[in-house]
């Protein structure tokens, strides 16, 4: 079983910057390929980046290419979210997924895919 711990979230203004962190504990954190989505209020959630095992492989929503990168540290257990160039339209429930097995270079936006996942955290960006 895989527990995952959301941090960083917050308020900030628009055009800031928040990085977010995804703590995971039990299993080996290396073997899971690992994603953020997120939801907005009357919205349905939706993929926001993804990051294969190895941290070789990368993928994003088009919403936020070349705002938002993602990265892990499998020494740290711990996949981050920097969030660059936030709009209003960012703010959401940002959740934190992980996806067991897969190559080393495998990443999904498919949220089916993803076995277990973090509470949530809230991110609100003020315009």
């Known amino acids: 079983q895989v527990q995952l711990v959301e941090s960083g979230g917050g308020l900030v203004q628009a055009g800031g910057s928040l990085r977010l962190s995804c703590a995971a504990s039990?299993?080996?954190?290396?073997?899971?390929?690992m994603g953020w989505f997120r939801q907005a209020p009357g919205k349905e959630r939706e993929f926001v980046a993804g990051?294969?095992?190895?941290?070789?492989?990368?993928n994003y929503a088009d919403p936020v290419k070349g705002r938002f990168t993602i990265s892990r540290d499998n020494a740290k257990n711990t996949v981050y979210l920097q969030m660059n160039g936030l709009k209003a339209e960012d703010t959401a429930v940002y959740y934190c997924?992980?996806?067991?097995?897969?190559?080393?270079?495998?990443?999904?936006?498919?949220?089916?895919?993803?076995?277990?996942w973090g509470q949530g955290i809230q991110v609100t960006v003020s315009s």
């Open positions: 990051v294969s095992r190895m941290g070789t492989s990368t």
């Open positions: 997924a992980a996806r067991r097995g897969g190559s080393y270079r495998y990443t999904t936006a498919d949220p089916s895919e993803y076995d277990y």
């Open positions: 039990g299993g080996t954190f290396s073997s899971n390929a």
